[in-house]
Nanobody, 117 residues
Framework: QVQLVESGGGLVQPGGSLRLSCVAS????????MGWYRQAPGKERELVAT???????KYTDSVKGRFTISRDNRKNTVDLQMNSLKPEDTAVYYC???????????WGKGTLVTVSS
């Protein structure tokens, strides 16, 4: 079992910045993909960004150039630096880990990001 705990959400004005953090604990394999997903009201959950244990990253087009994902393999953490935030970034953001060892994926409970003036 793996537990994920997110932090860092909140209310921010358009154009502002927030940094989300996620800590993973439990039975974590060394080879995995960690990432951030989001779900806006009335919409399906979508991928925001992922990063492999080797450091390869992927972003959805709408956040490229604004968001940066990073991780610390020793601490089992993954962060999402969000700059130039827009109202359409408003959503609950979920941390995710997919483990190559057993193919299982785990989710955090989510943290709410609200971009509004």
């Amino acid at each position: 079992q793996v537990q994920l705990v997110e932090s860092g959400g909140g209310l921010v004005q358009p154009g502002g910045s927030l940094r989300l953090s996620c800590v993973a604990s439990g039975s974590i394999f060394s080879l995995n993909v960690m990432g951030w997903y989001r779900q806006a009201p009335g919409k399906e959950r979508e991928l925001v960004a992922t990063i492999t244990s080797g450091g390869s990253t992927k972003y959805t087009d709408s956040v490229k150039g604004r968001f940066t994902i990073s991780r610390d393999n020793r601490k089992n953490t993954v962060d999402l630096q969000m700059n130039s935030l827009k109202p359409e970034d408003t959503a609950v953001y979920y941390c995710n880990i997919l483990q190559y060892g057993d193919g299982r994926a785990y989710w955090g409970k989510g943290t709410l990001v609200t971009v509004s003036s």
